[in-house]
């Protein structure tokens, strides 16, 4: 824990920390990748950016790239599916929950589209958290430092006692620039996997109720 101020609110990533994409995701782009998944998966997830930061929706961006590239821009509804395939992590909520018991304010701060937000709402994020972060409506993406600062303002108190978890050292650095107490989480990919890594790294950063 960054010197002795005491934890009293914690912003938690999605992706790699509390779930991730369910098993078959990528089978829903395989159709589409002329036999090269691997750069149709980094292809889609640059059309994503935009939708990210909440300046279209993720649907247009997608639309788009099928048509620069000649395909059939009526695949776009199958190709979004992939994104609504989410798995939650075994015990994450029971974790946010305990945490929340002991007094200290849990925060979800994750980088998506609104496609995929509103899948998360109906997974029950909302009541689970205090409050939630989406890139999409605070118009800002990580690793982008002002996307701290925008979550920051929107708390009304500074960095002091914030505690950040996420999978990527971009934005557990970028969170470190403007003064939060940022820590990478060991990366994760299944369901049965991470949450006791991360109950042990809320414990060593001094985050009660873990």
């Not at 589409?32 to 994503?48: I, N, P, R, S």
Request: with cysteine; charged share 25%; glycine share 10%.
């Amino acid at each position: 824990m960054k010197g002795h101020q005491e934890v009293h609110t914690v912003l938690f990533d999605a992706d790699g920390v509390l779930q991730w994409p369910a098993s078959g995701w990528l089978e829903v782009w395989e159709p589409f990748a002329g036999g090269d998944l691997e750069t149709f998966v980094a292809d889609m997830f640059h059309a994503e950016k935009a939708s990210l930061e909440g300046r279209e929706r993720v649907h247009d961006g997608v639309t788009r790239y099928l048509a620069e590239r000649g395909l059939d821009v009526g695949a776009v509804d199958e190709i979004v599916k992939a994104w609504a395939m989410i798995e939650l992590f075994g015990e994450s909520f029971e974790l946010i929950a305990a945490i929340r018991a002991a007094g200290v304010r849990c925060h979800l701060a994750t980088n998506q589209q609104s496609f995929r937000r509103d899948i998360m709402l109906d997974l029950g994020y909302a009541d689970h958290f205090d409050e939630l972060f989406f890139s999409c409506d605070l118009g800002v993406a990580k690793p982008d430092p002002r996307y701290f600062e925008a979550i920051l303002d929107r708390l009304g108190h500074g960095p002091e006692g914030v505690v950040f978890i996420d999978d990527r050292l971009d934005n557990v650095e970028a969170a470190r620039s403007v003064g939060i107490d940022a820590h990478p989480h060991d990366h994760h990919d299944s369901a049965d996997q991470g949450v006791g890594d991360l109950r042990a790294l809320l414990r060593r950063v001094g985050v009660p109720g873990v």
